[in-house]
């Protein structure tokens, strides 16, 4: 069945230092992957996806992911975290061989940013 | 703001009782998604419309039923409700199509209290 795990149910940094946020995947064939926050009481909002080409992409707000077929990761990044970044994250994925639409979500991690 | 309404925002009801929540998508979206946000099963696709016709099926119960009405704008019917139903429900659209690359737009979310 296909999968995203997000091993770290929270992530705690302090502003100023890098973050990362783990996502890694199980799927057949090639995934597409994106990263979605949500902050609290509010939808899910995009920060950005890999469909193919560069491993690391570049998204909203300062965050960067790469992608790792070697490892099936696509761990988020951010050089410099604020305390505004703190936020519930999910990774996902949809599966173009299987020709469905929909995003198998992760089960979030929870990063916290302390001034 | 993703362009994506939900209403209501907030909806507390009793077991057994029945509820309709309202989605409208982006202007020009042709696909919306509902998923169902629980504390203990994470977010998880529930239901797929494309244009009107159902186009794919996840984790939805058979007490659970959705549309989407020729003006785009879908329902999600939630009947006999039990105290596990409780949970915020998220629609996103899409513009729809064979377009597995792009990403969703989340609305704000139902929070659905069964009581």
């Known amino acids: 069945a296909q999968s995203v795990a997000q091993p770290e149910d929270q992530v705690n940094v302090a502003e100023g230092n890098p973050l990362t946020v783990k996502c890694t995947y199980s799927?057949?064939?090639?995934?597409?992957l994106f990263w979605y926050v949500q902050y609290p009481n509010r939808g899910l909002q995009f920060l950005l996806k890999?469909?193919?080409?560069?491993?690391l992409v570049k998204g909203s707000y300062g965050f960067e992911a790469e992608f790792n077929k070697s490892q099936t990761s696509f761990h988020l990044k951010k050089p410099s975290a604020l305390v505004s970044d703190s936020a519930l994250y999910f990774c996902?994925?949809?599966?173009?061989?299987?020709?469905?639409?929909?995003?198998?979500f992760g089960t979030g991690t929870r990063l916290q940013v302390f001034p | 703001d993703s362009g994506v309404t939900q209403t209501p925002k907030h909806l507390i009801t009793a077991t057994g009782q029945r509820v309709t929540l309202r989605c409208s998508p982006r202007?020009?979206?042709?696909?919306v998604y509902w998923y169902q946000q629980s504390l203990d099963q994470g977010l998880q696709f529930l239901i797929q419309?494309?244009?009107?016709?159902?186009?794919a099926k996840g984790n939805i119960l058979e007490r659970f039923s959705a549309q989407q009405f020729p003006d785009l704008h879908s329902e999600l019917n939630l009947s006999s409700l039990e105290l596990g139903d409780s949970a915020l429900y998220f629609c996103?659209?899409?513009?729809?199509?064979?377009?597995?690359?792009?990403?969703?737009?989340f609305g704000p979310g139902t929070r659905l209290t069964v009581l």
């Open positions: 419309y494309y244009n009107g016709e159902e186009r």
């Open positions: 890999y469909i193919t080409g560069d491993n």
């Open positions: 799927v057949s064939g090639n995934p597409y």
């Open positions: 996902a994925v949809r599966v173009p061989a299987e020709n469905t639409d929909k995003l198998i």
């Open positions: 996103a659209s899409t513009r729809g199509g064979r377009e597995l690359y792009n990403e969703q737009f």
């Open positions: 202007s020009g979206d042709l696909s």
